[in-house]
């Protein structure tokens, strides 16, 4: 068996993380206007919602949670084409969600995948946990709240808990 010189093992190491670094390099951003939904499921994969809209187009809907702060939403015309894209965890559109009425379904039609969820047994709510970044720079976290029957009873924001236990020290 040939043994594979230094420099060549090296260049190979090089070749087999740049394939890896452009694996994972799939973002809602990279997508063109114009690319047709194959296109777009073949690149990003299935979106967590799709979700038609009044003016015809239809949302998809995909998370960048839990390590990232975002959610974008794609928009495809009825032609099935990207016509639009806009990042949708923003605080702008936290009044698209009404407490008392909106549905687990509602949220996730907007936000897909969260970054972390919360039970709290005792007064039979759970809680879904959305990193976003606010005007400013500051790391947030959106809190939609919800009874048994999966209704939102609260939409609350705080400062994003995984930033700030980061800084912790615990000596």
């Not at 777009?40 to 949302?59: C, F």
């Not at 998809?60 to 974008?72: A, D, H, K, L, N």
């Not at 990042?87 to 936000?111: C, H, I």
Request: proline share 6%; hydrophobic share 40%; with cysteine.
């Amino acid at each position: 068996m040939k043994s594979i010189s230094g420099f060549k093992r090296a260049a190979l190491g090089a070749e087999c993380a740049a394939a890896v670094v452009l694996a994972g390099c799939a973002h809602p951003q990279l997508v063109h206007m114009g690319e047709t939904a194959d296109e777009v499921v073949a690149y990003l994969g299935e979106p967590a919602a799709k979700t038609p809209m009044p003016d015809g187009t239809v949302r998809y809907t995909y998370s960048g949670q839990p390590f990232g702060q975002v959610v974008w939403w794609l928009f495809l015309d009825q032609n099935g084409r990207v016509v639009s894209r806009e990042q949708g965890l923003q605080e702008k559109y936290f009044n698209m969600l009404t407490p008392g009425k909106s549905t687990e379904a509602d949220v996730w039609a907007l936000w897909g995948k969260c970054a972390q969820k919360y039970e709290f047994p005792l007064v039979k709510q759970h809680a879904w946990m959305y990193r976003y970044r606010a005007p400013g720079g500051i790391n947030m976290a959106v809190w939609p709240q919800f009874d048994e029957k999966g209704v939102m009873q609260s939409l609350e924001t705080t400062l994003d808990p995984w930033v700030l236990n980061d800084g912790d020290s615990y000596d």
